[in-house]
């Protein structure tokens, strides 16, 4: 074996993950082009901007439900989640902590929540679907208490750094995707992967199968918060329910992406495309005038169809 | 008796589980350098020896030793860091995972806290032309035929360079070069002084390379001891014999000559071509190694599993049945039941009450009738007071022991009135006094005319209770044993492949 060859196998693993996301691709592309067809306005650099500033709260939920889903759990408090986050980033910012103090405030928040729900799933052992479905009305409460109706500050120089007319969100999703690079390399991110795909043989292994779901739960729960400071710093103050919508649309974006409800299986790069699709789809829908709620109907109906189509393929091709 | 220089060893060692003894007073030690096989027959302790010598399982009693060192507790991480390595049957591997992360799971080289792909891919390469894995490392695990997987699992262990490697049946899924391969593997490593335990059904390859053997029978050690001098025959005799006490019911042949089902060529899973023919009255034993295709054939026979045949007769109802059984529900309409092996899952409701349970086949024959209460108790009752299950029948039936638990698995379907019963294992788990009413009860059936069925994986049961025993052999039957002709030596024999001593006299 010569070192190159050696060298490729980090690329050649990483290569072999595409297989399967070829449609994907393509309706990506064909929505894409459909989208530049209506609305051949995209192309201006500023709309294109405001494109990627529209999809990034939906490209970080859709990472932080691919982290969990592919130790074989899910989320379901993502949306009160981001909502928390951007009631205690604006809450905090106005404080005397300042802009550096509700950024910290934002991320241990996100940190502290993750690692309990993490704590609760894989050293206590309740399942997933209960232990969020519980926070999901923990967190949305608390952000209500915290702020009944929207409201809080965010400093104008950091909406403007994140939300304003340069390419800074285009430069944070590649960020978002070399962290992401970095932590599936470290045996943690290797762990909660092969966790979620058979965890006993993880543990037999050796592999440090808590500490990855845990570490896991935190990471996600970082990116939650983050995507809320980001909606915060989008209009410039907090709002309790802002999130709301964001659960189905993380959910959708990773099942899309051919993230599977039973772990182990997935990868990032679908999962952005998936929300990728689903941001354009939301705008197609808003230009068209479709009530808001419709997003409800379509990502709702995305996921069963795309549950749903494996297993009527593998049916029809069933023996006997 | 743990010997002098073991690198791994237990010390009367016991495990129960749900206060059934499956592992007594059993010791063994495993030297460096030498190959030792360890033998026993389905449910002898053998996966429970190999689960407390890996730190999987804690033993009730007794001691570990590593290096003549007592441990208290050993788990999986200390294991590995002793060097104990354990090549499961396909368990350890994460199906959509490449090929050599897998190999690296949990050990691979790191840099700045990264997993070393490229320290990975080399050390990955050499062990897989060691092993003869000639798969591109980055295809994922799940693209793999079962025997390839048997590969990344070996290779998984070398990986991490074990002092001690327990092979657990490495070779059923292998085919024939890759045997060849393994077996000089492990001969290289014997010769590097790693200490190797090696589980596996085929004598042959025993025979052929192992040193010194330990035969585990009904959880306790038969024989410790070197191999030179022993042949197949000589040690299925040490694998059987147990002293059946007054366990079984006195046998008498009740089988009558009236055939009520007959299939030729049948299949379904990895069964294929098997011929059939049961009579009224008549107790049939199923049995083999776990995984031969018996319990494939019983799930066929009662529409649970899709099945084929060449030629399929059921004579006991009204009109002759001349096709298998496509679904559960039209076998027990037909007067077909089937008794699952796992009673708790498949077998009962276990939240509900005794009653509801004794009840429930009679429900499915009559769904949409009003419930007459009074005749419902009296049923019940009836059916408690013949299997004798005691007590309130109100309770729910998790409450009940395992093998009372049994007893309401095979009570509930007598309303339907079979003629034919199809029992998967069971008294899997029961204890002694139960198994003994349970062998009373199929006895009593056969006598009323009912004709049985019966997967055992306890060999006596099928040589003391069964008219005629099929002894299933990778998904064929090697071998039809008359009562007489099915000693234990004959259907364990058979079991594992050998030419059967007394083989196949076949009565009509």
Not at chain 1, 118 to 137: D, H, K, N, Q
Not at chain 1, 214 to 220: G, K, L, M, T, V
Not at chain 2, 285 to 308: C, H, I
Not at chain 2, 378 to 390: M, V, Y
Request: aromatic share 6%; glycine share 12%.
């Amino acid at each position: 074996m010569s070192g190159t060859v050696r060298r490729r196998l980090y690329w050649a693993i990483q290569w072999r993950r595409n297989e399967g996301l070829g449609a994907l691709g393509i309706v990506l592309l064909a929505a894409a082009v459909l989208y530049a067809v209506l609305f051949p306005g995209i192309f201006g650099a500023g709309a294109l901007n405001k494109f990627v500033q529209g999809w990034f709260p939906t490209a970080l939920v859709a990472a932080a439900e691919t982290i969990v889903m592919l130790t074989g759990g899910i989320d379901l408090a993502v949306g009160p989640m981001v909502s928390l986050g951007s009631v205690v980033a604006a809450s905090t910012m106005q404080s005397p902590l300042g802009t550096a103090g509700g950024v910290l405030a934002t991320l241990a928040l996100g940190i502290g929540v993750g690692s309990f729900v993490g704590w609760v799933v894989a050293v206590a052992r309740y399942p997933a679907i209960i232990v969020t479905l519980a926070m999901s009305f923990v967190i949305r409460g608390v952000a209500l208490l915290i702020l009944p109706r929207p409201g809080g500050f965010v400093p104008h120089g950091l909406s403007d750094l994140l939300a304003g007319n340069r390419p800074v969100t285009a430069l944070l999703l590649v960020l978002l995707v070399l962290a992401w690079k970095l932590y599936q390399a470290t045996p943690l991110g290797l762990g909660l992967v092969a966790a979620g795909d058979n965890a006993e043989g993880a543990y037999r292994s050796g592999v440090g199968v808590t500490a990855s779901r845990i570490s896991a739960y935190a990471a996600s729960g970082m990116l939650q918060a983050l995507a809320g400071l980001y909606v915060a710093a989008q209009t410039g103050s907090g709002d309790p329910l802002i999130g709301e919508p964001l659960t189905l649309a993380a959910i959708a974006a990773a099942v899309l992406g051919g993230v599977s409800f039973l772990g182990g299986q997935g990868t990032l790069r679908g999962a952005l495309a998936g929300s990728l699709l689903m941001s354009i789809l939301i705008n197609v829908m808003f230009f068209l005038r479709l009530p808001l709620v419709a997003q409800y109907v379509v990502q709702g109906a995305i996921i069963v169809v795309t549950v749903a189509l494996p297993r009527l393929r593998a049916a029809a091709r069933r023996p006997v | 008796m743990s010997a002098a220089g073991a690198i791994l060893g237990a010390r009367s060692v016991s495990k129960s589980f749900f206060g059934n003894p499956v592992l007594r007073d059993v010791s063994i030690a495993l030297l460096p350098g030498r190959i030792h096989a360890l033998l026993g027959e389905n449910g002898a302790g053998k996966s429970t020896l190999i689960n407390l010598l890996s730190g999987t399982l804690a033993p009730d009693a007794g001691t570990l030793e590593i290096d003549g060192d007592r441990i208290a507790a050993l788990a999986p991480r200390d294991a590995r860091r002793l060097g104990i390595a354990v090549v499961q049957q396909e368990l350890s591997l994460a199906p959509h995972l490449s090929i050599a992360e897998n190999i690296g799971l949990g050990a691979a080289p790191r840099r700045w806290g990264m997993i070393d792909y490229r320290g990975l891919a080399a050390r990955v390469a050499a062990l897989c032309t060691g092993v003869g894995l000639t798969e591109p490392p980055e295809l994922p695990v799940g693209r793999l035929p079962l025997g390839r997987r048997q590969l990344v699992e070996i290779a998984k262990a070398l990986f991490r360079r074990p002092r001690v490697l327990i092979l657990d049946e490495p070779t059923s899924s292998l085919a024939a070069p890759d045997v060849a391969m393994l077996t000089a593997l492990v001969r290289r490593l014997r010769d590097q002084g790693v200490a190797i335990l090696y589980i596996s059904h085929r004598l042959n390859e025993i025979l052929d390379f192992c040193e010194h053997v330990t035969v585990l029978k009904d959880g306790a050690v038969t024989a410790d001891r070197p191999l030179a001098g022993l042949d197949p025959l000589g040690l299925v005799r040490l694998m059987v014999g147990r002293d059946p006490q007054d366990l079984f019911p006195p046998y008498r042949a009740q089988a009558t000559a009236e055939t009520v089902l007959q299939t030729n060529g049948f299949r379904s899973g990895t069964a294929s071509g098997i011929d059939l023919t049961l009579h009224r009255g008549e107790i049939l034993g199923l049995g083999g190694l776990a995984g031969q295709g018996q319990e494939e054939f019983l799930l066929g026979l009662a529409g649970a599993a899709p099945a084929r045949a060449a030629q399929f007769r059921m004579t006991t109802g009204a009109k002759p049945r001349t096709a298998p059984f496509a679904g559960v529900a039209e076998a027990n309409a037909a007067g077909l039941a089937y008794v699952p092996a796992d009673r708790k899952r498949e077998g009962l409701l276990q939240p509900h009450s005794i009653r509801l349970n004794l009840l429930l086949p009679g429900f499915a024959a009559h769904p949409v009738q009003r419930r007459r209460r009074a005749a419902e108790a009296a049923t019940s009752a009836e059916l408690a007071g013949r299997f004798t299950i005691r007590g309130d029948l109100r309770r729910p039936v998790q409450a009940l022991s395992g093998g009372n638990q049994q007893k309401v698995a095979l009570a509930k379907w007598l309303p339907l009135a079979p003629s034919i019963l199809l029992l998967n294992d069971p008294t899997r788990g029961v204890d002694v006094e139960t198994k003994r009413e349970i062998y009373l009860a199929l006895r009593a059936m056969a006598a009323e005319g009912k004709a049985v069925l019966l997967l055992s994986s306890d060999t006596p049961e099928l040589v003391h209770l069964c008219d005629r025993v099929m002894v299933f052999h990778d998904g064929r039957v090697a071998a039809l044993l008359p009562h007489g002709a099915a000693t234990e030596e004959a259907i364990v024999a058979a079991a594992l492949g050998l030419a059967a001593p007394a083989a196949a006299s076949v009565p009509a």
